[in-house]
């Protein structure tokens, strides 16, 4: 018990002065040598990481921004220094340059090749379990690709790890798939659309149905040919899968033209009987105060699984 309150423990804890503070004349007691040496040890750590919304490591961020720009290979020392020292300053309150330096890191590591992405990834684990860091590497390691089989090698790896259940995703894959084509044509690979075509079509398609920008007067059409699409993919999937696909479907605006799709589906199926009434009904429930739904088709829906439900 001593141990765990004057131990190494104590100073992961945010007011481990003032905690020792308050248990040394019992420490004294019981263990007065530990206690002197914890005593000995706080006078060293008057620099510390306390409160709410720390900023003090974004200087020393910038500095390092500066520093891989003219040799991204220094990841591996000073950002690895950056990097641990910002998980002590994690530990200790609310650093705010966390994510950032992350980010950067990652971003330097990318920047000296897919091997440096390979061991970052494979030290720490905050790189290698985080799609989101996956999706930025990916993106960073374009810059750097010089063959056509390292670009279909990111295309096949960014198509794993983005869904197509999800809109931000989708978004993500479309830049990608961007990119992808213009490095292609950096390296005169002229047929690479063809060839991640063969790859995964599906995902081309997804890429090429999310337009930046459209002229208004197309915009009806697109969205025709994008339901067509997605009817034609989700008519592959099992109940359970569109059920799934209503439930992660983050964008509420499309949730309820992606819930009459497959109600549809179901109803040319014939298999839109009172249990799955209950089932689109229960993700109603969850949709409705998120959204003005009385605009968006939501009550034409609600009428239909009401009547099927009697």
Not at 110 to 134: I, P, Q
Not at 222 to 233: A, F
Not at 236 to 246: G, T
Request: with cysteine; aromatic share 12%; net charge negative.
């Amino acid at each position: 018990m001593l141990k765990k309150l004057f131990g190494d423990s104590l100073f992961q804890e945010e007011n481990f002065s003032e905690q020792f503070n308050h248990f040394k004349k019992y420490g004294l007691i019981v263990s007065e040598e530990l206690t002197r040496d914890v005593e000995a040890k706080l006078q060293w750590d008057v620099v510390s990481f306390v409160g709410h919304k720390d900023y003090s490591l974004y200087p020393i961020l910038e500095t390092f921004k500066k520093i891989v720009l003219l040799d991204s290979s220094y990841w591996e020392t000073k950002g690895i220094d950056l990097y641990t020292l910002s998980y002590v300053a994690d530990s200790k309150g609310d650093n705010r340059a966390s994510s950032s330096i992350e980010l950067e890191l990652s971003k330097a590591a990318a920047d000296s090749g897919f091997s440096n992405v390979w061991r970052l990834n494979k030290n720490y684990e905050n790189f290698r379990y985080s799609l989101d860091m996956t999706y930025h590497q990916i993106i960073d390691l374009m810059s750097v690709v010089d063959t056509v089989k390292d670009l279909k090698a990111l295309w096949i790896l960014s198509c794993g790890i983005l869904s197509w259940y999800n809109n931000s995703d989708r978004v993500g894959l479309k830049s990608v798939f961007d990119k992808c084509i213009e490095k292609a044509n950096e390296l005169r690979a002229l047929d690479f659309k063809e060839q991640l075509i063969n790859i995964s079509k599906s995902h081309v398609d997804i890429s090429l149905m999310q337009q930046s920008e459209v002229e208004k007067g197309d915009l009806c059409n697109i969205e025709i040919n994008s339901e067509e699409v997605l009817k034609e993919e989700l008519s592959e999937l099992s109940n359970d899968e569109l059920f799934d696909f209503l439930k992660y479907e983050v964008s509420y605006s499309q949730k309820w033209s992606s819930l009459q799709i497959i109600m549809s589906i179901f109803v040319e199926k014939r298999i839109l009987d009172k249990t799955m009434a209950q089932k689109f009904l229960n993700i109603v429930e969850i949709m409705l105060p998120n959204y003005s739904w009385e605009q968006s088709g939501g009550a034409n829906i609600i009428e239909k699984i009401i009547k099927i439900l009697g």
